[in-house]
Structure formats: C-alpha cells, structure tokens
C-alpha cells in the first residue's frame, strides 16, 4: 500500500537501487537522514535500513510505518547513506558533512533533490567534499552518488562545512538561532506584528503552537508579567532546542515545557492563552491553509472557557470561518502589510462545535 502518494524525490532516490545501477549493501545496513516515510520504502525489504528524521509529523510517519529510527546524536558509520537534502543550503552542507562523517570506509552517499529546489547545487556540492559523483535525472529529479569514499575528499571544507548549521546569534544577539529553521535569521515579520499587539493584561498558562526558536514566547513572558507557565509545541527538534536556549532567562520566572509535538494530533491542557503563528506550508511549497485550520481548531480544544487565542497570518488566508465556528468571538485587531492579527475568545459555555 502506499504510505504517501506523490513524493518523487523519494521515489527518485531509491531507482538506482530498483534499477541494478547500485547494489544495497549485503551487510551493515543504511542511515537514511532526513528521511520519509512513503511507497518507496515498502516496494521491497531494504534490510538494515535506519531513519532519522527531526520534523515530528515525518518521523511520526516513519515509525507507524514499522521502520527503524536512527537518533543524530549517534556515531556508527553504514556502508550506505542515504540523504533528501533540506532546501537551506548550510543546512544542507552540514548535513553532507555529516554523511560523510557517518559514512563507512568504501561506502558510499546517495542523495536526491528535485530540480526545482536545487538539484544541480546539491550536487556540486556533495561533489566538492565527497568526490565525483554519478547521476541519474528522472521525475524531474536528481539522484546522485558518490564512488566509494575513504573519508572527504576535501577534509578541510568538510570540517568547515560540518559547522556550517551550527547555532548563533541573531537579530542583534536577541536570540540563538540555526540555518534551516523558521526565519532562522531574522525575526519574522508577521510574528513581531502580532507581537507589537499582544495586550499586557493576558495572565495564567500559556501555550505557544508551533514555537520555532521561541520568539512569540519570549515576547509573551516579557511583555505580559502576569504569564506564569508557558508550554511550547513545536514539530522542528532543531527549533525546539534552540527555544530550550532561547527561554532559559525566564525559567526562574515562569514554568516552562518543552514539547515536541505534532500539533494537528491536538494538545493536552488547559490554557488561559494561545500564541500562534500557524504553519501554512508542508514539506512542499504548496500553500496549505489546512493545517493552519487544524491548528485553530487544537487551539479552542486547547483554552479554558473564556480563554483567549492571539494569532498572526497571512490575509489570504481562509481562516475565518474557522475561527466563528470554534469560538465565540474572534475579531481582526490589525491588518498590516499582507498581515492580520485575529483575538478569538472561546466562549464560556465551552463548547469548541
Ligand atoms: C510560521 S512558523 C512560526 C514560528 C515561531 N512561532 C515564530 O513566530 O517565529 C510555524 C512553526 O510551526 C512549526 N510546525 C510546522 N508544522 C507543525 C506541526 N504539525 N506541529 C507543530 N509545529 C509545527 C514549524 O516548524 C515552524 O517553526
């Protein structure tokens, strides 16, 4: 059966291996990273495959899938690595140079993009610290390889490159931050708006969904003094962490958890206030107004009668009749550039529709 219909990168990567052009390794398995769940995976046995993945929705997927999970912080090298590169280009060179690192001596690296998110970079790329590498174009897509490695071809850029997604100030030292994450090196437009907005007087519990590095919570504990708990979701281990980071100032002053989570599987809790700036894309570029309803829907689930959800989005987005159907009052406090800043109160009576 398949898993997920339509991702040809994934299916991409696994055709120089259905088509006899490479062998899968007869002992010591893969390490797939960044991997996906999907029919690729199942068309047939890939014995010793392990996957990691740190975007919660996919890795959930993975192991409803039965496959096995590989943590980052591991250190065995594998015959074969497989890699879906991430768009961010450091993000992606340092996962390269981790395929490298993990790659065992006469292994090789396997990776895939599609052309339209930088097939041809990534594979120069992986070329300029793994060596020549081989290559097949299919599904408007990118599959490539490299000979069998003994180490980098260029240590010294590997080195370099192994740091390239490492965590650093951003926004005049405000925050710590990392390539590859939300608005990873700036504070985002629509979430300093909604920011600017927050009244001073919301107090109690408070739940931040989908956190990225933490700003909207931090501007929550530092603009509202009566916010004494603060939880964060947020599907990104890499964002989470650095959310971790981000709030530990304020742990003296307020409790705060720490949730990696896949917010359209719902929240557990009660909250006086939700923060959100919901997601509107996928893995792919696709606007997908869905889970941001999803997320809307968790939220009212989320408060307490009379709670108060503050939440940023883009104005074309169709959320208002989300927002009617599950609260009882939901207004449009600003409208700022292509932002608009919605206040929705569950009602008292509780009930979310
Ligand atoms: C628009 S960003 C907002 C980030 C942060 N709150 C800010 O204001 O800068 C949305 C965040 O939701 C996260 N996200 C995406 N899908 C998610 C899901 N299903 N569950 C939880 N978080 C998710 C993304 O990783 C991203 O960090």
Redesign the pocket.
């Known amino acids: 059966m398949r898993a997920e219909d339509g991702d040809v990168a994934l299916e991409t990567l696994f055709l120089p291996f259905i088509d006899g052009s490479l062998a899968w390794p007869s002992s010591g398995g893969a390490l797939f990273l960044r991997a996906r769940d999907g029919w690729p995976l199942h068309q047939r046995a890939w014995p010793g495959l392990r996957c990691e993945q740190s ?3 996919a890795a959930d997927a993975l192991e409803r899938s039965g496959m096995t999970r590989a943590d980052e912080d591991e250190t065995t090298r594998f015959p074969l690595v497989l890699v879906l590169p991430p768009r961010q280009r450091d993000e992606a060179r340092a996962l390269f140079a981790r395929a490298v690192a993990r790659c065992a001596p006469g292994g090789r690296i396997v990776a895939c993009l599609a052309n339209n998110e930088g097939a041809r970079s990534g594979e120069a790329d992986l070329e300029r610290i793994a060596g020549a590498v081989a290559s097949l174009s299919k599904n408007k897509c990118r599959v490539f390889w490299t000979a069998p490695l003994d180490g980098p071809a260029d240590a010294a850029l590997a080195a370099q490159w192994a740091q390239a997604d490492a965590p650093r100030p951003v926004a005049e030292g405000r925050f710590i931050s990392r390539p590859g ?3 990873w090196d700036r ?2 437009a ?2 300093r708006l ?1 920011a600017e907005h927050l009244p001073h007087d919301l107090a109690g519990h408070a739940a ?10 931090v501007e929550l504990l530092t603009r509202c003094p009566g916010i004494r708990a603060v939880d964060l ?4 281990r890499r ?1 989470l962490d650095l959310a971790r980071v981000n709030l530990a100032p304020f742990a003296d002053r307020a409790a705060l958890g720490f949730h990696w ?5 719902g929240v557990d809790g009660a909250f006086d206030v939700v ?8 893995q792919g570029r696709a606007d997908r107004p869905d ?1 941001g309803r ?2 809307i829907a968790v939220a009212a689930q989320a408060l307490k009668p009379g709670g108060r959800l503050w939440l ?1 989005a883009n104005r074309h987005l169709p959320y208002e009749s989300e927002l009617d159907a599950r609260f009882g009052r939901a207004r449009i406090v600003a409208q700022e550039g292509a932002f608009k800043v919605v206040e929705a109160v569950r009602s008292q009576q509780g009930s979310t529709a």
């Open positions: 975007f919660r929705p994450v939300f608005a504070i985002d629509a979430s909604l931040d969904l989908g956190a990225g590095y933490g700003y909207l919570s979701y947020e599907a990104e964002a989570h896949d917010v359209t599987r923060v959100c700036n919901p997601p509107f894309h996928a889970i999803r997320f940023v």
